[in-house]
Structure formats: C-alpha cells, structure tokens
C-alpha cells in the first residue's frame, strides 16, 4: 500500500470530521487482548460495543500471553487504572494452522537463514497453539497466577467469530 | 465493564449487520505497528482509510519494537505475505510521560512487591521512551537492521494527531 495512498485516506478523513479531545485513561477501564488478524482490525472494536476512548487495545500473533503483553498490562493496571481484561481470541485464528515448515521455506526464499530465529523450538517461539479456544483458556490463566497484577482483577476469555461478529465465552470471570 | 453489557451490545451487533467472511490474508500486504492508547481503538484504523482485512495490525504499551512484535512480524511477513511495515506512533503517547515512581506505588498499594518485577532498570523493562517520533524512528531502525526480515521489506514511520486524526511522516521507506 503506497504510502502517498493512505496519507490521501488520512487527508479525507481529517477533513470529513472535527477534532476531538478524549481522555487518554480508558473509559471503561478494560483491556482487551486479541490478536493481529487482519479480518479484525475496524470490526473487533464495533463487535465489543466499544468507542474510542473506552478501551485498551492489546494485539499480537495469536494473542498470546506473552512479556510484552504482560509489561504491557502493568502499564494499564497501574498507570492507567484498568480493573478488567477480557482476552478475545478468534475462530478461524492463523496460530492454529501455521505450518513452521512453509514459514522457513518462505524464509530460505526471502534469502534469510533459519539461524536467524532464536535456537529454540520454532513451534513454540512462534507461539503456534492447538486451537483458539485452548489458547484463550491459557492466557487467561497465565494472567490469573500472575504475580506481578494484582488479586481481584476481573479477567475472562472470549472466542470472536470473525465472520458473524458473534462473540462465545469461553472463561467467565472468576 | 460487566461481561453482560458487552455481550448485549455483541448480540445487537451481530443483529445488525450481514455475515460476512473476509480473506485471512490482508489485502494490502500491510503490517501497522501501533500502540494500545483507547484513543485508538475504533480510530486508527479509519484514520488510515483501512478496511476490516486490508492490514495486520499490532498493539502494545508505545507501539515498541519487541520480541513479540518481532515474533509477530515473522509470521505476517513470511505466513501472511506481508511486503509493507508502518510504525504508528501518536503524539501524546503514556509512555513518555509514565512515572515509574508513581506505578511501584500504585502496585505497592495494590499489594504487590517491586520484586515481583524484572530485577533490571524498570524504565527500560517497561519502554519508557524520551518521546513519541524518538520511539517512531527507533522502531523503524531496528526493523529496518533485523536479521530476520528480509531485505525490501518497505517499512516507514508515522505520527498520528489523537485529537484531529492527522498524520505525520516521521520516516519515508528508504
């Protein structure tokens, strides 16, 4: 996507609406975890009920609970007085289908060396997972037996259907 | 926010629209690198005239360029044919004025112990930046020097105004 392209878009955009000042602390105090798909980006949002300003927005591969996302988290529990978090996974998620194996070919072809990549198990490094379900139960955990958040936050899990926008528990708060 | 509320406005937006099922892999080729601000949730994505499926995007405390985003930016480029990468920084970014006094208080306060955290500098640890177009220019840098992205990658840097929506080149793909 050139760039010129989507600063024509930027350009439309600020003259087709006025200047808005929100608070920069998150209305509702909620993070929400999800993942990077592209299919969600201008649909997740929507599909939560949430307006600008309402929500912290985490996103990552898969959205897996990783040290970015836990310092990330900190920053929002303590700096910017979120109680809740609510991970959202998807259903047709990539993580659940990646083949390791095209994902190195691809990278031989790009002209990039496997020992590139951290000397680890790839599969796990790429935080590919079983199903989504399963993935969203683990973050929820991990964020639950957390030492470094603290007891009484609110935290549950929820699969998107990114076709229908609907929306399944999976983990109610506890 | 209750669980129930956000499952009712779920319920009413699924009501409300068509089905609709979208291609897995983003149809401009595009990976946005931003950060989690609630400003941006439902903003960033019209600000850069992006449709649901049209880029990848990922979020975290000051759009920062780590390993997770690294991780990330593996799978997009090499599973989810990705050529293009903009790091989208914005203007009043929390985390150039976050106080690392001020959150171990608030942790302290809300029972849990400084050493629960990393045991390094905890600026560092948290990404703490000087300022936003700094943290731009960094993150495009070292996408830019990574052994693991290949090279052609066009990456690029940009400031976006949280209150007009208007962005600024930082850095032009090179």
Redesign the interface.
Known sequence: ?P?E??????K???QG?E????Q?????????LTC????????L?????????????????GA?L????L??L???????SVN?I?VVGHR?C??AR??VG???T??SK???SRE??PNEDLAS???VCANPEQSVREAVATIRAS?????GLVV?GLLLD??????T?IE??A
Do not use: I
């Open positions: 996507m760039l392209e989507l600063l024509e878009a930027n439309a955009f600020v609406r200047a808005r000042a929100l920069h602390l998150p209305a509702r105090r909620l993070v929400v990077m798909d592209c299919r969600l980006s201008g649909f949002a929507e599909a939560l009920g949430l307006r600008p300003g309402d929500a912290v927005v985490l996103r990552n591969a897996r990783t040290q970015d996302v310092r990330s900190v920053v929002a529990v303590y700096a910017q809740e609510a047709d990539g993580m990646l083949s095209e994902l190195t691809a990278m790009a002209g990039v590139a990549l490094w790429l935080g030492q470094v958040l603290p007891k549950y990114e076709v229908t926008g609907e929306l528990v109610r708060a």
